[in-house]
């Protein structure tokens, strides 16, 4: 189902991914600097909540079930040397076997999804690129990369020349939903992150 109409401008991916950073700095004790490692849960859930209301809101939507993002998780890797045909040289995050409780995983964001379909091409976003850089030397390899800004917001047709390679796991997904949904923090994050938002909206 291609409704490509119904995608977000560069202005809101910009806003939406420096509000969601802030927010998430600004509530310490949910994540810590040294702690980066589980930040995708929160980047990833609050992000795909941010990103379902303004999305909804540029489109004149009412209704959250009927156009939104969502997070998955699961595998992940990427490829972290420069040249793009060298695919020897990787990050990866639970990409052989990945579990929600030991935090052996990465979540990520997928949408639009209108009327419970999937838009095609579907896109791929991830706030959370702006720590590959560290979570690779962490790995004890050197990343060489210069093309990844702090956020990733990809159609998933541009994912092969990024190295990009996703092993979705509905169990992690659904597990992660579900503790989101029980968060107490929830709302109070996402209200803050709209705030910022239309304080550094751009108007077109």
Same mark, same amino acid.
């Given at each position: 189902?291609?409704?490509?109409?119904?995608?977000?401008?560069?202005?809101?991916?910009?806003?939406?991914?420096?509000?969601?950073?802030?927010?998430?700095?600004?509530?310490?004790?949910?994540?810590?600097?040294?702690?980066?490692?589980?930040?995708?849960?929160?980047?990833?859930?609050?992000g795909a909540d941010l990103c379902t209301k303004?999305?909804?809101?540029?489109?004149?939507v009412n209704d959250y079930k009927k156009l939104?993002?969502?997070?998955?998780?699961?595998?992940?890797?990427?490829?972290?040397?420069?040249?793009?045909?060298?695919?020897?040289?990787?990050?990866?995050?639970?990409?052989?076997?990945?579990?929600?409780?030991?935090?052996?995983?990465?979540?990520?964001?997928?949408?639009?999804?209108?009327?419970?379909?999937?838009?095609?091409?579907?896109?791929?976003?991830?706030?959370?690129?702006?720590?590959?850089?560290?979570?690779? #030397? %962490?790995?004890? =390899? !050197?990343?060489?990369?210069?093309?990844?800004?702090? $956020?990733?917001? &990809?159609?998933?047709?541009q994912m092969v020349s990024y190295g990009i390679?996703?092993?979705?796991?509905?169990?992690?997904?659904?597990?992660?939903?579900?503790?989101?949904?029980? #968060? %107490?923090?929830? =709302? !109070?994050?996402?209200?803050?992150?709209?705030?910022? $938002?239309?304080? &550094?909206?751009?108007?077109?």
């Open positions: 189902m291609k409704d490509n109409y119904i995608r977000l401008t560069e202005n809101c991916k910009l806003a939406i991914s420096q509000a969601l950073h802030k927010t998430i700095q600004a509530n310490p004790d949910k994540i810590s600097p040294n702690d980066i490692h589980k930040s995708c849960f929160y980047y990833a859930n609050l303004i999305v909804c809101s540029v489109n004149s939104y993002y969502t997070a998955c998780g699961g595998g992940f890797s990427l490829r972290i040397a420069k040249e793009v045909t060298n695919t020897t040289k990787g990050m990866n995050f639970g990409a052989g076997n990945p579990n929600f409780d030991d935090g052996n995983y990465h979540l990520w964001i997928v949408g639009v999804v209108k009327d419970e379909k999937l838009t095609e091409p579907c896109e791929f976003i991830d706030f959370t690129s702006r720590y590959y850089c560290k979570n690779t #030397s %962490d790995q004890g =390899h !050197k990343w060489e990369r210069s093309d990844i800004s702090d $956020y990733l917001w &990809l159609d998933e047709t390679s996703l092993n979705p796991n509905h169990d992690i997904a659904k597990k992660s939903h579900d503790a989101w949904i029980d #968060s %107490d923090c929830r =709302h !109070k994050m996402l209200d803050q992150a709209l705030e910022i $938002y239309k304080k &550094l909206r751009v108007p077109e």
